[in-house]
């Protein structure tokens, strides 16, 4: 069976002709070459996979692409290219948010999808109150993050660069 | 993963008459697709019912909430009301999987979810619920996260949801379309059923049968509490869960309603142990009788039987601090 399915990907129209066994990651990668988001474990249990489908993070490993017929959906290379990084993308830079750079495109989707949560006032796991504000401690980045897994374990980086992108900071 | 043949429901009859006929329902598709992927399950069709209407949160008519099949666990946390009146259903589902899994996760899909026992996951290796009557090899073998109440001979799996343990503690029920268009609504407590001899049948869900809505009862007011005990403090399932909803008046326990997770095939819930606490006085040796009855028929299988106190502890720390917040 090939299904064909329409993705609207950082603002281009994608066709894709396909076995519905094709996730959204692999349809991604492997039929339209737009590498930057990673593969590391297929099961949901990493994180290098996040892109933001209709505004939000998901891993894409666990999604078939015929699934998203006519989704908006924004990888990594939507984010920012080299030269015109976005704020977070600089704020890894300046704060060695990373060693290897594997887990890096999905950490920066999810933060840059996290922080838009965090604007909408959504609690998490560690807020003391569930109606109250959340302040983005460090213990409230970690928590939120938790879908990210680092494998050379750049998180002091990484919560220092996303507290400095949410701050809009230059530190 | 095997070959499929994909379709899209285009209304609840449409993809209650496809179920009927044999084909996999699929919502947001992150336990199907992981277990598709490892050829654990492997059907032949799947019928994709996220276009369907079912992801709306409405008032019922006596004071409750009716929540859409296919509400994320994302927006089932955040929501206002949730938030506000049902906050341990909002712990439960922040403490369960990551922000991304959240986000695709949804209410006819948790419930459902499969267990994470390695050996179900290992398709090399015998296991019951898996394939029927080739054994059990956990009992002997790595059973850590496995259950220690509600077991059989046959399977000691449990069920690794949080949402469901948090709305079992609410009373909530589910709301189910057959194949044959009738609707009913049962209370999830009827929806697992224990392994016994047949541990491949997990619900009392017929083929072709549609989750279509979970209900909520009116707000139970009081104190909240979903505690989660993990191996790692977050993005993990749970060793041992608590959700609590206890009232205080003139300084005993007027009410509760406590609810366990993985501690059992089914969301667990003993109604002796909230007897033995209503009416008294709190106190240490109170949350002990009510462990003691919690835990009477309690069997470790070795691995696991660390769980047994932890089961203890983590329910006497609840009730502590559930009553602290109360007076
Ligand atoms: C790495 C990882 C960590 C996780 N951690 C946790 C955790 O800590 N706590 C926790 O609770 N969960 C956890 N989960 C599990 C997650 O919550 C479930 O995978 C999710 O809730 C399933 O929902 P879904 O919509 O994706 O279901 P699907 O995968 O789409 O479906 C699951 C099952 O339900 C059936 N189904 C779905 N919707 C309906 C319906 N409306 N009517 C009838 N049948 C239906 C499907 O046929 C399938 O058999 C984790 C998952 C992963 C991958
Ligand atoms: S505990 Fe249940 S799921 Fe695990 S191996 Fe035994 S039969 Fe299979
Ligand atoms: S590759 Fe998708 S979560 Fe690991
Ligand atoms: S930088 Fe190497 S895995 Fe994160």
């Known amino acids: ?41 297929d099961h949901g249990q990493c994180g290098a996979c996040t892109m933001i ?18 989704d908006e959906i924004t990888t990594i290379e939507g984010l920012g290219q080299p030269g015109a990084m ?42 003391e109150d569930l109606e109250g504000p959340a302040p983005l401690s460090e213990a409230e980045i970690s928590e939120r993050m938790s879908g990210n897994l680092c494998r050379c374990s750049a998180y002091p980086g990484i919560v220092n660069a996303i507290r400095d992108a949410a701050e809009g900071g230059t530190t | 993963m095997r070959a499929f043949d994909y379709a899209r429901a285009t209304s609840a009859t449409d993809a209650t008459a496809k179920a009927a006929a044999g084909a996999t329902i699929i919502a947001g598709g992150t336990n199907l697709l992981d277990l598709m992927k490892l050829e654990v399950m492997a059907p032949e069709q799947i019928v994709d019912i996220n276009r369907l209407d ?13 929540i859409g099949a296919l509400v994320t666990n994302s927006d089932l946390a955040v929501h206002p009301v949730v938030r506000r009146d049902y906050a341990v259903l909002s712990r439960a589902l922040l403490a369960g999987a990551s922000g991304q899994l959240r986000n695709k996760a949804t209410t006819g899909g948790n419930l459902l979810q499969r267990t994470r026992c390695g050996y179900f996951y290992d398709t090399a290796m015998p296991c019951n619920k898996r394939e029927p009557g080739t054994g059990c090899q956990a009992r002997d073998g790595f059973n850590r996260i496995l259950a ?55 619900t009392t869900l017929d083929e072709g049968d549609l989750i279509t809505a979970v209900i909520l009862p009116p707000p139970p007011g009081g104190v909240h509490r979903y505690r989660k005990v993990r191996d790692r403090s977050s993005y993990a399932f749970a060793l041992v869960s608590v959700a609590a909803v206890l009232r205080i008046e003139s300084g005993k326990i007027a009410s509760c309603a406590l609810a366990f997770g993985g501690l059992a095939p089914k969301p667990w819930r003993v109604a002796k142990v909230e007897d033995a606490l ?42 502590r601090e559930s009553v602290e917040a109360a007076q």
């Open chain 1, 1 to 41: 069976m090939s299904l064909h399915t329409t993705l609207w990907i950082n603002g281009e129209t994608y066709a894709l002709d396909a076995d519905p066994r094709t996730t959204l990651l692999d349809a991604i990668r492997d039929h339209f070459n737009l590498t930057g988001s990673k593969k590391g474990c």
């Open chain 1, 53 to 70: 489908v209709n505004g939000r993070r998901i891993n894409s490993c666990l999604t078939l692409a015929c699934m998203h017929d006519g």
């Open chain 1, 86 to 127: 976005s704020a977070l993308q600089e704020a890894f830079v300046r704060h060695d948010g990373f060693q290897c750079g594997y887990c890096t495109p999905g950490q920066v989707c999810s933060a840059t999808a996290m922080l838009e949560e965090v604007s909408q006032g959504w609690p998490s796991h560690v807020s």
């Open chain 2, 54 to 66: 079912m992801n709306r949160i409405e008032h019922t008519e006596s004071g409750g909430l009716r």
């Open chain 2, 148 to 202: 220690i109440l509600g077991t059989s001979e046959h399977c000691i799996a449990t069920h690794p949801s949080d949402m469901a343990v948090a709305m079992r503690a609410l009373d909530a029920e589910v709301e189910i379309e057959s194949a044959t268009g009738i609707a009913r609504t049962i209370p999830l407590v009827d929806l697992h059923v224990l392994p016994g001899e047949t541990p491949h049948i997990e």
């Open chain 2, 278 to 319: 209503t009416g008294q006085e709190p106190s240490p040796e109170i949350f002990d009788k009510a462990a003691d009855i919690l835990l009477a028929d309690a069997k470790g299988y070795g691995a696991n039987d660390f769980k047994i106190p932890l089961a203890r502890r983590t329910l006497k720390a609840v009730l």
